[in-house]
T-cell receptor, first 109, second 117 residues
Framework: RKEVEQDPGPFNVPEGATVAFNCTYS??????FFWYRQDCRKEPKLLMS???SGNEDGRFTAQLNRASQYISLLIRDSKLSDSATYLC??????????FGTGTQLKVEL | GAVVSQHPSWVICKSGTSVKIECRSL??????MFWYRQFPKQSLMLMAT?????????EQGVEKDKFLINHASLTLSTLTVTSAHPEDSSFYIC?????????????FGPGTRLTVT
């Protein structure tokens, strides 16, 4: 199993839809997780941190399932501006971050 | 929030030349900075950890003599791509961490797009 694995997509959804992405990780000892958003040709920006079972911030909800070693990101009422690549990130030793390959989301009219 | 700058934003150079990229933490000090590389349609891959006052630590498969890292101060790290070749063309991004535990976050620079012709 890869350290961090994501479905690359792309996921094409209509505006207003609810969409969810999953990310699986291999290190069962990982305690914290992050979802980053990366726009084309830009740097990643932190979207959400996940430390316990989950986190919610407006239209975005992250859930953690430690038993199955996956994290999900749910986006409700998706907007055109949500179109981006969403990166699942797992910290490792020495504060290093391991990035998933990212899931591309395209929100359409 | 914290800001990390990176210069230049993009650079085009000829094969065989060397290119230096700067990464600065603008409003906080960073004893550690990270350098990543991202090829098209791929994720960020950590190249090396830059340590202020000591040698950088490189990830497996990254040539330390080709990618020279110097952490000159608590706010500046530089990456020099020596004798660049077309296969070195990529998006290079630095990051600087801040905080601990639940306040920990890595702040990314805007990236440098390198094209070697």
């Amino acid at each position: 199993r890869k350290e961090v694995e994501q479905d690359p997509g792309p996921f094409n959804v209509p505006e207003g839809a609810t969409v969810a992405f999953n990310c699986t990780y291999s290190n069962s000892a990982s305690q914290s997780f992050f979802w980053y958003r990366q726009d084309c040709r830009k740097e990643p920006k932190l979207l959400m941190s996940v430390y316990s079972s989950g986190n919610e911030d407006g239209r975005f909800t992250a859930q953690l399932n430690r038993a199955s070693q996956y994290i999900s990101l749910l986006i409700r009422d998706s907007k055109l501006s949500d179109s981006a690549t969403y990166l699942c990130v797992v910290p490792g030793g020495g504060n290093k971050l391991t990035f998933g390959t990212g899931t591309q989301l395209k929100v359409e009219l | 929030g914290a800001v990390v700058s990176q210069h230049p934003s993009w650079v085009i150079c000829k094969s065989g030349t060397s290119v230096k990229i700067e990464c600065r933490s603008l409003d906080f000090q960073a004893t550690t900075m990270f350098w990543y590389r991202q090829f098209p349609k791929q994720s960020l891959m950590l190249m090396a950890t830059s340590n202020e006052g000591s040698k950088a630590t490189y990830e497996q498969g990254v040539e330390k003599d080709k990618f020279l890292i110097n952490h000159a101060s608590l706010t500046l790290s530089t990456l020099t791509v020596t004798s660049a070749h077309p296969e070195d063309s990529s998006f290079y991004i630095c990051s600087a961490p801040r905080g601990q535990g639940r306040t920990y976050e890595q702040y990314f620079g805007p990236g440098t797009r390198l094209t070697v012709t």
